[in-house]
């Protein structure tokens, strides 16, 4: 069936980049998305790639889609202790229904 | 403009009781669903709905329904609350083709 995988933690420097890494399955996957979530609170978008793009830039966020490996990643320029959360790689096939990994969780030191 | 809204934030409930999560969007969104989150699992697809009238099971619908008869509003009910269904709930509408709006959630907790 249809599956996504991230690894659990990340840890790194204020001032770094952070690289979030996911694995999924379904190829007929039609968009992959990235969701933030902050203690306590719900998800939210952080940015999404369509199925024929390999590359999106949107500030200081960079998100790298392989569809022959079906890898993503997500890239954060200057990570600053504000983006420290658990972070979501879902895939969507079909409507509205997505297919989120586990999260990972970002931690920034200072 | 309170985009999607879910009442109530917390509940604790006993085993066997019933209750009913709220959630209301202003957006005129078609599509909306009911994830629950779980630590280690990301978020599972419970129930989902394409408009008004029209429901179809997620992933993890066992134990849960839902009803949608107008297109503001979608309530989740569990009928007999396990301990199993302590988790955190998220209610998400679609904006088309791709954009998805979550709710804050409610954390519940069956004793």
């Known amino acids: 069936g249809e599956d996504v995988e991230q690894s659990l933690f990340l840890s790194v420097r204020e001032g770094d980049s952070s690289v979030i890494n996911c694995t999924y399955t379904?190829?007929?996957?039609?968009?992959l998305y990235w969701y933030k979530q902050e203690p306590g609170a719900g998800l939210q978008l952080l940015t999404y790639?369509?199925?024929?793009?390999d590359m999106k830039q949107d500030q200081r966020l960079t998100v790298l889609l392989n569809k022959k490996d079906k890898h993503l990643s997500l890239r954060i320029a200057d990570t600053q202790t504000g983006d420290s959360a658990i972070y979501f790689c879902?895939?969507?096939?079909?409507?509205?229904?997505?297919?989120f990994g586990q999260g990972t969780e970002l931690s920034v030191k200072p | 403009n309170a985009g999607v809204t879910q009442t109530p934030k917390f509940q604790v409930l006993k085993t066997g009781q019933s209750m009913t999560l709220q959630c209301a969007q202003d957006m005129n969104h078609e599509y909306m669903s009911w994830y629950r989150q779980d630590p280690g699992m990301g978020l599972r697809l419970i129930h989902y709905?394409?408009?008004?009238?029209?429901?179809d099971q997620g992933e993890v619908p066992n134990g849960y329904n839902v009803s949608r008869s107008t297109t503001e509003d979608f309530p989740l009910r569990l009928l007999s609350a396990a301990p199993s269904q302590t988790s955190v709930y998220f209610c998400a509408t679609l904006r088309e083709p791709y954009e998805q709006y979550f709710g804050p959630g409610t954390r519940l907790t069956v004793t």
């Open positions: 879902a895939e969507n096939n079909q409507g509205g229904k997505l297919i």
């Open positions: 709905s394409v408009g008004a009238g029209i429901t």
């Open positions: 790639i369509f199925s024929n793009m």
């Open positions: 379904d190829s007929s996957s039609t968009y």
